[in-house]
């Protein structure tokens, strides 16, 4: 469950404040594969690191399974993001290593106790690159590399995957295929958030909640 | 515990990731732990040099100079005033018990010569009998002069080894004639090869030749007296018997302190003193090139802490804490100088392996040498690396993703 209430979002770059958010307040159920759209700068980029603990609103608060973002200490952030959630992203951020040491990247600095080698390689099984372990970023294709990071953000067994543009930089037919990944996670009961400025992407969650200008419309 | 054997598994690969840069900034490391072990262990081995050249004469050696050293002693000392007599002599071979084998030592300048050679460097002892037994002298052949010898003022004479040598080569010195100051001596007796010198500073044994103390007062018509040397009759009461000397001596001067009394504890600290100095002083230019190497790992280390912006934005999205990434290039900047320690210990031992054991500053291998240089070198990874490692730490992870 993830509840976010009046929660506003200021930058400053030396005198001039800019608001990336203005008094946003929605639920998002677990289970639920919830889509946020809207144009660019709206601040959807911004809800979507909110609610992965990256980082703090200015004001408000956000609350993600009982845990309150909004406060807690740096260490508490960042081990909620090792242990509930999953990033992916649209430009991948993979490191320049092998697809398994990627996928296994967040096992270091989790508590869960995995096989790391064994369980990242389940991941990549499951995501059609069982036969690429081996291959940087650099070998890969732009969907196949996506793949390596929605495996990446699985391979922790989180609560929510947060995906940012996940099929921005592919073509329809390849982010086809990663909307289908993120469907199947959520049909395992684990909780969605797709940002996109894609209506097509979009409408392939259960609800859309519409950003624009730092707010939602209802 | 598995994290840190990670951050070492991925400190390593990264630095692998780039090993021209790597190796480069190791190379200021290298040669700064170079610099100060290869200081150090010359400092060790002088010093190990002295202090057993000290110790080889005797720890219960007492010896009068002449000159207020420790008070300054002005310019009678500077210049070295006579200011023994035959007196102080007399008086601490009659009154102190506690020692033994007192002798007086005067020194003449001439040359000792045959017919046909001389020894340049001959140093002209004339000295009491027991002196060979206060001077720890060593006779090959022949004998040393005896009181008889000193008491008719007799001309005889012991070479020291290397002077025997050069006016007789191998054929024996023994009974041949000499020629110091116009006066013939006879030559009676040769010394072994002494490996120790009488002080720190002072003549090589083996270039003394050596006459009855009455035969250089006859001989120069001056009664000096260089220096008075003795032994305690024990060790432990070295600094007591030193102290009943300064006492009989004072009272002969009447009350003037114009001399100074010294065993070899006293030169043996001396010693140390200006040995300390110029350790500190190697080691503090050691230092020098030690920080350069310290602060070119410190550049290297922002320079990749900045590259790899992006690397500690995923890093932190994917759960690392600002412990984790501290420890990771922090780890990177210590495996960094420790390789560094690494080489220049490799190196060290080569070439003290290399030096030969007869040359004139034997060195030998010193794990305590081995044990500072890398924990130095580790010391510095840890104070070089630790700014830049608190930076990566603190990058916000949102601002570091969106880094290009």
Redesign the interface.
Known sequence: MIKIEGVTKEYKSGETKFLALNRVSLEIKTGEFVSILGPSGSGKSTLMHLIGGLDRPSQGKIEVDSIDLSTAPDKTLANFRSEKVGFVFQSFNLLNTSSLNNVSLPLVYSKKKFNRKARATELLDNVGLGNRLRNRPSQLSGGEQQRVSIARALVNDPEIVLADEPTGNLDSKTGEQIVELLSNFNKKGKTVVVVTHDEALAKKADRIIRIKDGQVEQ | MI?FL?TIKMAV?SLL?KKIRSFLSILGIVIGILTISSLLSIALSVRSQVEGTIKSLGSNIITVVQGDISGGGGFSSAVGTGTLTEEDFNSIKTKIGKVENVSMIMLISGTVKTQDKSVPGAIIFANSPSAEKSLNIKIDQGRFPTEEDNNTKARVIVLGNKAANELFGTTSAIGKTVEIRATEFTVVGVTQTASSTISFGGPDLNSIVMMPIQTGWEITGIKQVYRITMQAKSAPEVNSAKDAVKKVVLANHKGEKDFTVLTQEDILSTVNGILNILTAMLGAIAGISLLVGGIGIMNIMLVSVSERT??I????????????ILLQFLIEGIILTMLGGLIAVAIYSAAVSAVPKDSPIPIDFNWNVVALSLGFSALIGIIFGIVPAIGASRK???LS?RYE
């Open positions: 994290l990670d690969s990731a992006r690397e934005g995923i890093r932190k999205a994917v759960g690392a804490t600002r412990g984790a916000d992870p949102i993703l």
